[in-house]
């Protein structure tokens, strides 16, 4: 009977352990998509005065769209969601 529980308690720490190392994944995870969405919205905020001043009318809205787009994709996210404002002023 002692035996049984020791299994079953040894089974259970293994799982803690488990569960534990994918939370810590996650937890990066997702640190690294909300940095990664923070820094891009004020990419956007600096990027849309640079071409203000220029006289250049392109501007990518600050949204959780754009926000996803550039915490999923990076820097290519960034440059897509210009690209995209660019295609439909041409």
């Known amino acids: 009977m002692e035996q049984e ?3 079953i308690a040894i089974a ?3 799982l803690v352990v488990l569960l534990m190392g994918m939370m810590k994944k996650k937890a990066k995870v997702a640190a690294v998509f909300l940095s990664r969405a923070a820094v891009g919205v004020v990419g956007i905020s600096v990027v849309n005065q640079m071409l203000e001043t220029q006289g250049i009318a392109i501007a990518v809205g600050i949204n959780p769209v754009s926000a996803l787009t550039i915490g999923t994709l990076g820097i290519s ?9 660019l295609y439909k002023i041409l």
């Open 5 to 7: 529980y020791g299994m």
């Open 12 to 14: 259970g720490i293994c």
């Open 77 to 85: 996210g960034f440059v897509l969601l210009y690209g995209i404002m």
